[in-house]
């Protein structure tokens, strides 16, 4: 069964970096898009932040951290990264890794739904 831990998260200054790594395992991942998303202090909901398809390695990010984030993988070590840079107060949340086969369709892949696997969270606070 697929398994995903994340780690990294912590405590950091406006304009900061952290690197979020989600280690996984128990599957077989060529087929596999990657996704991280973030739920703020207080929401119910859960942000789609960016993908990376396991095979090839395209990304895609949402607008939010467009520029400021960068997602990479390590097929040998089976481990996604979530760089993060010029962190703002905003980006206060929860990160949680995701991971399914690559889904069909405009922009699924935003869809938390797309996504039966997620590793337990790791906390990203951002001071101000």
């Known amino acids: 069964q697929v398994q995903l831990v994340e780690s990294g998260g912590g405590l950091v200054q406006a304009g900061g970096s952290l690197r979020l790594s989600c280690a996984a395992s128990g599957g077989t991942f060529s087929r596999f898009t990657m996704a991280w998303f973030r739920q703020a202090p207080g929401n119910e909901e859960r942000e789609f932040v960016g993908?990376?398809?396991?095979?090839?390695?395209?990304?895609y990010y949402s607008d939010s951290v467009q520029g400021r984030f960068t997602i990479s993988r390590d097929k040998a070590e089976n481990t996604v990264y979530l760089q993060m840079n010029s962190l703002k107060p905003e980006d206060t949340a929860v990160y949680y890794c995701?991971?399914?086969?690559?889904?069909?369709?405009?922009?699924?892949?935003?869809?938390?739904?797309?996504?039966?696997?997620w590793g337990q969270g790791t906390r990203v606070t951002v001071s101000s």
């Open positions: 993908i990376i398809t396991w095979n090839i390695g395209t990304t």
């Open positions: 995701a991971a399914d086969q690559s889904c069909l369709g405009y922009k699924c892949w935003e869809r938390d739904s797309e996504y039966g696997y």
